[in-house]
């Protein structure tokens, strides 16, 4: 089992920054990616950013790229989301997930564990 914890959200104007963190414990060896989602009232979950535990190869959506930047400390075994120059639009409840082997997938379901998500409102 591997259990995931995020937080870091709460509102910000748009413009602004936070930074997310996802705390993992459990069997975290077994991990090989991490990822982070997003999903706003209405709408399909999606994709925003994925990274590989041990060689830091990250993908970004398009959406995001060059302003989100997804990181990991192993010694602390905490993914981070560093979320720029925040719009409306970024408005969500983001979840983390845990890929036990393989590369990163843009895929909700190629993720075995998830955390129980945190908010994000930017506002106008």
């Known amino acids: 089992q591997v259990q995931l914890v995020e937080s870091g959200g709460g509102l910000v104007q748009a413009g602004g920054s936070l930074r997310l963190s996802c705390a993992t414990s459990?069997?975290?060896?077994?991990?090989?990616?991490m990822g982070w989602f997003r999903q706003s009232p209405g709408k399909d979950r999606e994709f925003v950013t994925a990274?590989?535990?041990?060689?830091?190869?990250?993908s970004y959506a398009d959406s995001v790229k060059g302003r989100f930047t997804i990181s990991r400390d192993n010694a602390k075994k905490t993914v981070y989301l560093q979320m720029n120059s925040l719009k409306p639009e970024d408005t969500a409840v983001y979840y983390c997930?845990?890929?036990?082997?393989?590369?990163?997938?843009?895929?909700?379901?190629?993720?075995?564990?998830w955390g129980q998500g945190t908010q994000v409102t930017v506002s106008s």
């Open positions: 997930a845990a890929r036990l082997g393989g590369l990163t997938t843009k895929m909700g379901g190629g993720y075995d564990y």
């Open positions: 459990g069997r975290t060896f077994s991990i090989s990616a």
């Open positions: 990274i590989s535990w041990s060689g830091g190869s990250t």
